[in-house]
């Protein structure tokens, strides 16, 4: 069974920019939570979505947003790029009875310069 | 609100020596409660995770994590450590969001090192 894909694995892009991440799920799960992970601020929860509705949002401004398709694949979109956002974004899915056992994939790593 | 702390940024072992990675928790009622590992430029791998029940859980590579609610702490130990499990620890809990739904909070993680 294929475990959680994000792509792309590496991203480059200039401040002031947008940018867009996937995340596709293990087969059969449904919820789909996005986080950020930066060596100050360690792992920080973005949002998390459950059959195509967000159910829990973090701490963040406005420019991270996040969408949910039905076939439980998510994506995250970053606009107006700061150097701060510069980060390994990680997606975890999991059945979505409440966040007991998740699975994460390997991380998009998004460099802002 | 729910959170976790790990104390200890870093920690050196020597290879064979035993490990115990220590996590804190906070929360009113039993916690669910997580060990994961993460590996240079990976993504997180589930260790073990105790929900209720046994206080002494089994997880995968050799760990297991003791819950003490007297102590409110999740420990992470190994009898014997090997090279490979020189990695990022993260202990995590189930918090409940203002939502009615729960998501997880993560320490801010241990980096084991492990000397030869």
């Known amino acids: 069974k294929a475990g959680v894909t994000q792509t792309p694995r590496y991203l480059i892009k200039t401040r002031g920019q947008q940018v867009t991440l996937s995340c596709s799920p293990i087969?059969?799960?449904?919820?789909v939570s996005w986080y950020q992970q930066t060596p100050g601020q360690g792992l920080q929860f973005l949002f998390e979505y459950f059959s195509e509705t967000q159910r829990n949002k973090g701490n963040f401004p406005g420019r991270f947003s996040g969408r949910q398709f039905s076939n439980s694949r998510s994506e995250m979109n970053v606009s107006t790029l700061e150097l701060g956002d510069s980060a390994l974004y990680l997606c975890?899915?999991?059945w979505g009875q409440g966040s007991t056992e998740a699975f994460f994939g390997q991380g998009t790593r998004l460099t802002v310069v | 609100a729910q959170s976790v702390t790990q104390p200890d940024i870093h920690i050196t072992v020597s290879e064979g020596a035993s490990l115990e990675l220590r996590c804190n928790y906070s929360?009113?009622?039993?916690?669910?409660l997580f060990w994961y590992v993460q590996s240079p430029g990976q993504g997180l791998q589930l260790l073990l995770k105790y929900f209720s029940g046994d206080t002494l859980v089994q997880g995968i590579k050799g760990f297991e994590a003791e819950f003490k609610r007297s102590q409110s702490s999740f420990n992470l130990r190994k009898p014997s450590v090997h090279w490979s499990d020189a990695a990022e620890y993260f202990c995590?809990?189930?918090?409940?969001?203002?939502?009615?739904?729960?998501?997880?909070?993560f320490g801010k993680g241990t980096m084991l090192l492990v000397s030869p």
């Open positions: 995590a809990v189930v918090r409940l969001m203002n939502s009615g739904y729960s998501t997880l909070t």
């Open positions: 087969s059969g799960h449904r919820s």
């Open positions: 975890a899915s999991s």
């Open positions: 929360y009113g009622a039993t916690p669910y």
